[in-house]
């Protein structure tokens, strides 16, 4: 008996699909989204643990170091300058908030606790992908549609471990230095904000900052830039490693967009995981 394809055969031989097609196929639409949504992020996570695997290798000094500089040394400054203004505005709108509840001496407390716990972690984490992540997801692209990995597999080279583990690695090691420094920057551009231009106390404030941290804050944001840093390296590695295999272009064009959607789906599960984990930590 032949197979029920759910369409019907009219009398010129061509076919009609069943009224019941026109009800189930919003759902197979959603069905195929869902299996192929599933496929990808099964994919990026065998990509995440190969290349976490291959961290301890001993060759991998020296590219770690390298990548340090590029995706770290080389983000301080804008770093710097984002945490400066960030904390500059969080002082700003919390000094005048808090003076209509009477409360401005709180203000050290709510630019260091707002700082360590989510603003730092997050935006450190959203300045390295859009400097950091959207060059290195182009550059691991245009060496796969160069055929340069595939180059690396002919020598008998890992790409995985020679292109990519450093990286995550770098990353693992550069988010929270980085995550700390605009803490700091933060912190001192709510006392310029708060304390040189609107006039609150200099000592409250300062009084303020170390009363209301402890070590447990510092910690909290220490391991969200950690987790971070783990799930945006491998994203814009995997987006750039296979660019090649995108459905919708290819070439320089799958690179382009390769590189948005590095950039984009990065910066969604940075907002998505600060909630997941500060549902955990807090």
Not at 97 to 120: D, F, I, P
């Amino acid at each position: 008996m032949a197979p029920d394809t759910g369409n019907q055969i009219l009398s010129n031989g061509k076919t009609r699909g069943r009224p019941g097609g026109l009800l189930t196929g919003p759902f197979a639409l959603i069905g195929r989204a869902a299996i192929s949504w599933i496929n990808d992020l099964g994919a990026w996570a065998i990509f995440l643990v190969l290349g976490l695997l291959k961290i301890l290798h001993p060759k991998q000094a020296f590219r770690v170091i390298e990548q340090i500089y590029y995706i770290g040394a080389r983000s301080t400054m804008i770093i710097m300058l984002v945490g400066l203004f960030t904390g500059m505005v969080l002082g700003l709108q919390a000094y005048h908030a808090l003076v209509k509840l009477g409360a401005e001496g709180a203000l050290g407390t709510l630019v260091a606790l707002s700082l360590v716990r989510e603003l730092g972690p997050v935006l450190t984490a959203i300045m390295i992908t859009a400097r950091a992540g959207s060059a290195i997801t182009a550059e691991i692209g245009i060496q796969r549609i160069s055929e340069q990995i595939d180059a690396l597999q002919t020598m008998r080279i890992d790409p995985l471990g020679y292109l990519v583990t450093p990286k995550i690695m770098a990353s693992i090691i550069s988010f929270p230095l980085l995550t700390a420094l605009f803490d700091l920057i933060g912190i001192l551009g709510g006392y310029i904000s708060g304390v040189l231009l609107l006039g609150a106390n200099a000592a409250t404030y300062q009084y303020r900052v170390q009363a209301s941290m402890d070590a447990g804050d510092v910690v909290h944001g220490l391991i969200k830039a950690v987790v971070f840093a783990v799930i945006v390296s491998a994203v814009y590695c995997y987006q750039g490693y296979f660019a090649h295999m995108r459905r919708d272009s290819h070439g320089a064009k799958a690179v382009g967009l390769s590189t948005t959607s590095a950039v984009v789906l990065s910066c969604v599960l940075i907002l998505v995981t600060d909630y997941v984990l500060t549902a955990l930590l807090i």
